[in-house]
């Protein structure tokens, strides 16, 4: 989406690897679903580079106004989620562009069981979910994805979509998350992988859960 007839400053280098969350502060930034797509569309590698992109670019990029945006990417900025990298002169106005500081996050062992409890850790977790359906039903509406009964051969529909509650070991509890965590350790070599391939790349969006309730004590 850049004009490469625009002068535009060199950016400053790759994001770090892993961002970890250790604070609430960083926790309030993540607690909204139109922050979470501004950080997924700076840190969404579709080559070798890490995207940079001007909040005009993210408003067209996410079907987004403009001016709905600007606050947005403020509160990332001012986190050390995103930074200002570039700037190029548009209609005699000075544009950043912004780079993700990251290409992934994590929560940090630090957080206090009262932060890892508080409304901001919640908001974030729920604005993470709300951006997965939103990307999910916004694909189905675009006929981008179909469930398999539609048509097994067709790669659209090669969907898992499930939700279950179920009693287990605590053996296999464990088995089963490492096993989880695994495959999310593979996601994300698949992907630093991807970066240095030129081929066609195709897009995976996943959404994995996993948690194991204390059994409630009597009161």
Do not use: W
Not at 62 to 82: F, N, W
Not at 91 to 101: P, T
Request: glycine share 4%; hydrophobic share 40%.
């Amino acid at each position: 989406m850049s004009d490469p007839d625009l002068p535009t400053t060199a950016r400053s280098g790759d994001p770090d690897p892993v961002r970890v969350i250790s604070d609430v502060e960083t926790l309030r930034a993540l607690a909204d679903p139109v922050r979470l797509s501004i950080l997924s569309a700076l840190m969404n590698h579709t080559g070798p580079e890490s995207p940079l992109m001007s909040v005009k670019e993210l408003a067209v990029d996410l079907g987004e106004p403009q001016t709905k945006l600007y606050r947005h990417v403020k509160q990332l900025e001012s986190v050390g989620l995103i930074k200002a990298v570039a700037s190029r002169v548009v209609s005699g106005i000075i544009e950043q562009r912004y780079q993700a500081c990251q290409t992934d996050l994590t929560l940090g062992a630090t957080l206090t069981k009262t932060e890892e409890a508080s409304a901001a850790a919640e908001a974030a977790v729920a604005a993470g979910l709300e951006l997965y359906r939103s990307q999910f039903f916004a694909a189905h509406r675009a006929g981008r994805i179909t469930f398999p009964h539609a048509d097994p051969d067709d790669p659209r529909s090669k969907v898992i979509l499930s939700l279950a509650e179920v009693r287990v070991t605590p053996d296999r509890a464990e088995a089963i998350r490492q096993r989880l965590r695994k495959v999310l350790d593979e996601v994300t070599e698949a992907e630093a992988e991807a970066r240095h391939f030129d081929e066609d790349l195709v897009t995976v969006n996943m959404l994995v859960g996993f948690f194991c309730p204390e059994p409630r004590k009597p009161s």
